[in-house]
């Protein structure tokens, strides 16, 4: 097994701690588990205690999660990597620290960014009013039964990683295959070939994780290596195709807001690259755009 150099090993850590305030309960562990590509995911993990918590009205308080990426600017180009540690205090507020890595203002401009991000992550701005005055108001059985399942669990949010680019890779890899070929496929491509993120005091960095790769890291991987990653060559032939594309899809990932006819349009766009298909952009879209408009239907490309 082989790794990539350690972000944090040679250069100066940064570090930032932020509390956001939901103002009501929030779903720790069901609002992140939906981004974990199983397990053992060396990108990001919910504590696996939290997993078990009931949630509901009191929300999560206890619950906590370990999630890495890499930060772009408007352009696409990529300013740096950041740890950051999810910890619940209380009901309706979550602790937010961040690790960076680098020369002084970049690490801390990194550092900035990745803190608002967080909120994002978290959906801290979601809104939910219009949609249950919308449920209520049909009434027919299937919107009851969604009115009941929101009530149950009102601390389950819709997360926005703005990571567009490693969402589509991760989509593909879940084209047409079992469960446990993707997982694994995924897992072992971090555990190979992804950099150990930034770590500090503040935030210890498990030893497991690993940063998802660039485009340019995985256009380095040779033929041979993706079979035995258990990745069909129709599947690699698509991550190379969004790995050559990977800065302009980092600049509309950064152009695009959450808003559905924003997003909806970026959709369209991103189904003009051969492989990516309604299915794979709607798995992405909604997890980097926090997109509840577009389910995953159609034929799973």
């Known amino acids: 097994m082989t790794t990539g150099p350690s972000i944090g090993a040679s250069t100066g850590a940064h570090q930032?701690?932020?509390?956001?305030?939901?103002?009501?309960?929030?779903?720790?562990?069901?609002?992140?588990?939906?981004?974990?590509?199983?397990?053992?995911?060396?990108?990001?993990?919910?504590?696996?205690?939290?997993?078990?918590?009931?949630?509901?009205p009191r929300g999560?308080?206890?619950?906590?999660?370990?999630?890495?990426?890499?930060?772009?600017?408007?352009?696409?180009?990529?300013?740096?990597?950041?740890?950051?540690?999810?910890?619940?205090?209380?009901?309706a507020t979550v602790r937010v620290r961040v690790a960076t890595a680098g020369p002084g203002i970049t690490a801390e401009v990194v550092a900035d960014l990745a803190a608002r991000r967080a909120a994002q992550i978290l959906g801290v701005q979601d809104s939910w009013l219009e949609t249950e005055l919308l449920l209520d108001a049909l009434g027919d059985q299937l919107s009851n039964a969604l009115v009941r399942v929101r009530r149950r669990h009102p601390g389950v949010r819709l997360p926005a990683t703005g990571g567009l680019f490693d969402q589509l890779v991760t989509a593909t890899f879940e084209q047409k295959v079992t469960h446990d070929q993707a997982r694994t496929g995924w897992r072992q491509l971090l555990r190979r070939h992804g950099q150990a993120p930034p770590a500090s005091a503040l935030v210890p960095t498990p030893e497991w994780m690993r940063l998802p790769l660039t485009g340019a890291q995985l256009r380095r991987i040779p033929s041979w290596e993706w079979h035995q990653l258990w990745v069909q060559p129709a599947l690699s032939k698509t991550i190379q195709r969004l790995a050559e594309r990977a800065l302009t899809i980092h600049r509309l990932s950064a152009d695009t807001g959450v808003d559905t006819e924003s997003v909806a349009e970026l959709g369209l766009r991103l189904r003009s690259i051969p492989g990516t298909g309604e299915w794979t952009v709607a798995e992405a879209l909604q997890r980097s755009h926090g997109a509840a408009d577009l389910p995953p239907s159609g034929i799973i490309t």
């Open 60 to 91: 999560t308080p206890g619950a906590g999660a370990w999630m890495c990426q890499r930060i772009h600017d408007p352009t696409g180009t990529e300013l740096g990597a950041a740890t950051l540690r999810f910890d619940q205090i209380r009901a």
């Open 16 to 56: 930032q701690e932020v509390l956001l305030d939901f103002g009501g309960p929030v779903d720790l562990p069901r609002t992140l588990s939906v981004l974990q590509r199983g397990a053992a995911d060396p990108s990001i993990r919910v504590d696996p205690g939290a997993r078990s918590m009931t949630g509901g």
